[in-house]
């Protein structure tokens, strides 16, 4: 018992552990419509997208939360833009858009002699160095994002499985895929100056993801892969703890490792429930019947 409590009895290691929970359930609001309507890609380039406004912010001796907000409302603006342009696809625009802020953000690290930007740390994060503001601000984070996530669910879910009913229903379908860009990059940059932006994809994906077979209905979506992203986030910092990896790293993987199996318990799942279903049927096939009573011949 003691091997699963004490490193939760070091303070770091509870505002880690705090830190985790609140970004799950953010991304858990978030990354379940990124799941539903297949947007895996445009996560990834938002979160890297970011780095532009953050090497200006920490060159410029600024804070590094003020940058990443400014590169994600350019990527957000981009992204809408993009997306109504009928000759070009919207993983094109993307695709782009992702290149060039990444690019960008690399050659303005590239312009310090001092290389005062932690790349490392940007895309890993040190959840493990969480403070107590930075626990208020998730806790504000997560009310915002549940607050979007209310007023716009309907919208939100007429978007994602048909656009022209939206539009038909008076739901205003760009408008709310702009919102829903908004939530995104709020779980984004929320996240990941504390805890880095492949934590922040690994939460945002794989606990929904893992959540989609055993779920009914997006809200069941959503509580679940809050449930696993804290899952994951407590069985991470234990393995770290004690086998002296990476934090964030050990989380990320035990949530892909978490979708892994719940997909495969899924198959069986789904095997089985198919044999039971064909067992009756093979057993009548192969049952003799009794012969048909003739008519007595008078």
């Known amino acids: 018992m003691e091997w699963l409590t004490a490193p939760f009895e070091v303070a770091f290691v509870q505002r880690a552990l705090w830190a985790g929970i609140l970004v799950s359930a953010i991304c858990a609001l978030a990354g379940t419509w990124v799941v539903l309507r297949g947007m895996a890609f445009l996560g990834d380039a938002m979160s890297h997208g970011l780095l532009p406004g953050v090497a200006v912010a920490a060159l410029l001796g600024g804070n590094l939360l003020v940058g990443a907000v400014v590169s994600a ?55 493990l160095a969480v403070r107590g503001t930075d626990l208020l601000l998730l806790g504000g984070a997560l009310l915002l994002a549940l607050a979007v996530s209310v007023l716009g669910h309907r919208a939100f879910l007429a978007l994602a499985f048909d656009a022209r009913k939206a539009r038909t229903l008076g739901l205003r379908p760009r408008l709310a895929h702009a919102v829903l860009l908004g939530l995104l990059a709020l779980a984004i940059v929320a996240s990941f100056h504390i805890v880095g932006t492949l934590l922040v994809l690994g939460l945002l994906i794989a606990p929904p993801a893992a959540a989609l077979p055993w779920a009914r209905g997006v809200r069941g979506v959503m509580l679940l892969a809050a449930v696993l992203g804290a899952a994951a986030t407590f069985g991470g910092l234990l393995l770290s703890w004690h086998l002296s990896t990476a934090a964030g790293a050990t989380v990320s993987v035990l949530a892909v490792s978490l979708f892994f199996l719940s997909h495969l318990a899924s198959g069986i799942r789904h095997r089985r429930r198919a044999h039971r279903v064909d067992l009756p049927e093979r057993t009548a096939a192969f049952t003799p019947h009794a012969p048909t009573p003739r008519p007595n011949e008078s």
Not at 97 to 108: Q, R
């Open 73 to 127: 409302a350019v990527m957000t603006a981009g992204v809408t833009a993009l997306g109504r342009t009928p000759r070009l696809s919207q993983d094109t625009g993307i695709g782009l858009l992702f290149v060039g802020m990444l690019s960008l953000g690399v050659i303005i690290v590239s312009r310090s002699q001092s290389f005062a930007v932690d790349l490392t740390g940007f895309l890993f994060g040190d959840v």
